[in-house]
């Protein structure tokens, strides 16, 4: 029997990675089969979905509002309200993806943006990771949105974004996460 100080110390080891196959590849995503040692010295798979670091930017208009969009979400066959988000071209830095997605999807770009940290979406499957901003002193400057995404910005008030994730209308986690931590900074009232 594995005391709770041996299963401790299991858990916490790594898990080399023995083989790697990839499954599929697509534009966005890739999806593989990695073959590993387990720290007990057996061997079994993990499914693995590479998938492009990402910025998700809560900008705040000059009276405070909020400027969500409204976006179709095929894998979940519904609107979702949501910040604004988009993925890194290759070479590209999080900070002029952050400039650049905003112009995209809500035809602004910020003369103030602050950094609130970066997180993994689902580190059991998926090597995302995102980078969040709050964006200030928004000034109008569009570019053109991608030509797969029909979006609706959706201004909303600081005040009422608590409840909007409270009662599931916000229930996108990248949004959830980067509300949250620009809540930190704004406060929530």
Not at 41 to 55: F, L, Y
Not at 59 to 73: A, T
Not at 114 to 125: C, D, I, K, R, S
Request: with cysteine; charged share 25%.
């Amino acid at each position: 029997m594995v005391g709770t100080t041996e299963r401790a110390t299991a858990a916490a080891a790594e898990e080399p990675t023995l083989a790697t196959a990839t499954v599929y590849q697509g534009d966005l995503i890739r999806v593989r089969l990695d073959t590993i040692a387990l720290p007990d010295g057996q061997e079994t798979t993990r499914e693995i979905v590479d998938h492009p670091t990402s910025v998700c930017i809560v900008p705040v208009d000059s009276d405070g509002g909020i400027l969500l969009v409204r976006q179709y979400r095929k894998a979940v066959e519904s609107f979702l309200l949501e910040a604004p988000a988009g993925k890194m071209e290759p070479g590209e830095d999080p900070h002029a993806t952050a400039l650049r997605e905003l112009q995209e999807e809500i035809g602004h770009t910020a003369g103030q943006l602050e950094p609130l940290g970066n997180f993994y979406v689902a580190p059991g499957w998926c090597t995302q990771t995102i980078h969040t901003y709050l964006a200030r002193d928004l000034v109008s400057a569009r570019l053109d949105a991608d030509e797969d995404e029909f979006i609706e910005v959706v201004r909303t008030p600081l005040a009422d974004i608590s409840a909007l994730i409270a009662d599931g209308t916000i229930r996108d986690a990248k949004s959830v996460a980067s509300l949250l931590l620009a809540m930190r900074v704004l406060g929530d009232n």
